[in-house]
């Protein structure tokens, strides 16, 4: 059983300046406007700008507006490390996207302040085998806050030119990058900047839960258990042993990955796409995070509907055509090897092309969202103080087990 939480209310971020908030262009006030009989809505997805999917997400939004007399929907693109605190200060001042594509802890965040319309009066999800392992983080305190767009569990990339044989354990893999370190070539990547506060939580969530450790057990914050200690330990010493190239960003070294400068990443369902859309000539291959825990991140991402939408029945109109088979299917074959909502079938020309989507759809039932159990709707506070920390121990200013300690304390501080 989830925890019943206490709703908080939201509070606009006083940071996030204009410039930011202007990016989701035709939100605001101006969204579920109503123009000669036509609902104008937007949707606002942060994968709208990834150079592989956006534009093949930008399409498919299209075959919606074909379909339909009385309702439209505009694209929003609003880049990732902004996205979250750009939106959520928008629905807390009453505005913003009719619908939107959130990240987990986002997510749970507006959820818990009721900036979400629930969807139990909207949409009638008996009529759809949803994917239950996933779709259970879409109900809070009994009610429906979302319906899942995409569903990817991580696993290990590695270019198959390089690797023969992909590594099984951890052992094997600290010894596979560092034997691929040289020169301008690195065998691993991994995000490890302040800038990128969200993508380092995604990436020390593998190694948290793969070595057994977990943020919580429900109803008070583990952050500096021995365990997690131990994964975080592993995070390091691959930092330590330069065998990824520091100080760049996922933009950067995604890039090497595509033209060969990079060994291995870990990486979501999604980046399979994005890394054909780079070199659609990379000879690469998937296999389970080698790790001594079969458990690892998965982006589990909510489709909802603003709660301050004039519009909710046209939004949920739009979010009934993308539970039809067909959409489905249709944009499960754009999102790569992510699940969506509702069990599909993989096509025998899918697995022809890409055989690994099957590793991928083997670990939905060991994947877990990338948010704190017990709290959920705190977990963007919780994963400030514990990248900083984590960052800071990376950067030498002070040893790993005093870094995760004085997380705890403050983490703890934080939640009440």
């Not at 709703?7 to 000669?36: P, Q, W």
Request: charged share 20%.
């Amino acid at each position: 059983m989830r925890l019943h939480r206490v709703r908080r209310s939201m509070v606009a971020a006083a940071g996030v300046t204009c410039m930011a908030a202007a990016l989701l262009t035709g939100c605001g006030s101006d969204g579920g406007s109503t123009e000669g009989g036509v609902t104008k809505l937007t949707f606002a997805a942060s994968t709208l700008g990834d150079p592989g999917r956006g534009p093949l997400l930008t399409k498919w939004l299209e075959e919606f507006n074909k379909s339909q007399n009385k309702i439209q929907v505009s694209p929003a693109a609003v880049p990732y490390p902004t996205f979250g605190q750009t939106v959520l200060t928008q629905m807390g001042s009453g505005k913003g996207p009719d619908l939107i594509r959130f990240d987990m802890p986002e997510f749970e965040s507006a959820a818990d302040a009721g900036l979400i319309a629930p969807l139990d009066d909207l949409i009638d999800v008996s009529k759809y085998d949803l994917i239950k392992q996933p779709d259970q983080f879409m109900v809070h305190d009994g009610q429906r806050h979302g319906i899942i767009f995409e569903a990817s569990n991580y696993a290990m990339f590695y270019n198959a030119d390089l690797i023969k044989k992909p590594p099984t354990t951890y052992e094997e893999f600290v010894k596979t990058a560092k034997s691929l370190t040289k020169g301008d070539t690195y065998g691993l990547a991994f995000r490890q900047t302040e800038a990128e506060e969200a993508g380092v939580w995604q990436d020390i969530f593998n190694y948290v839960y793969g070595f057994g450790g977990a943020w919580s057990d429900g109803q008070k914050l583990t952050i500096n258990s021995p365990a997690n200690l131990k994964g975080l330990q592993a995070f390091k010493d691959l930092y330590d042993a330069k065998v990824i190239p520091r100080g760049t960003d996922a933009a950067t070294f995604r890039r090497m990955f595509a033209e060969g400068k990079v060994g291995m990443e870990l990486n979501n369902g999604g980046y399979v796409t994005a890394t054909r859309g780079q070199n659609a000539d990379l000879n690469f291959n998937v296999a389970p995070i080698p790790f001594p825990v079969r458990k690892q991140g998965a982006i589990l991402a909510p489709i909802v509907i603003n709660e301050a939408s004039p519009a909710k029945e046209a939004a949920a109109t739009f979010i009934k055509w993308t539970l039809e088979p067909e959409n489905q299917v249709k944009l499960q074959e754009i999102l790569g090897a992510s699940s969506v909502a509702t069990v599909t079938k993989r096509s025998p020309e899918q697995l022809k092309e890409t055989p690994f989507l099957t590793v991928f759809d083997d670990l939905t039932e060991t994947s877990l969202p990338q948010i704190v159990q017990g709290f959920e709707a705190q977990t963007p506070d919780i994963r400030k103080i514990v990248v900083q920390n984590v960052i800071a121990a990376l950067q030498g200013t002070v040893d790993l087990k005093t870094a995760l300690d004085r997380a705890q304390q403050q983490a703890t501080q934080q939640v009440g």
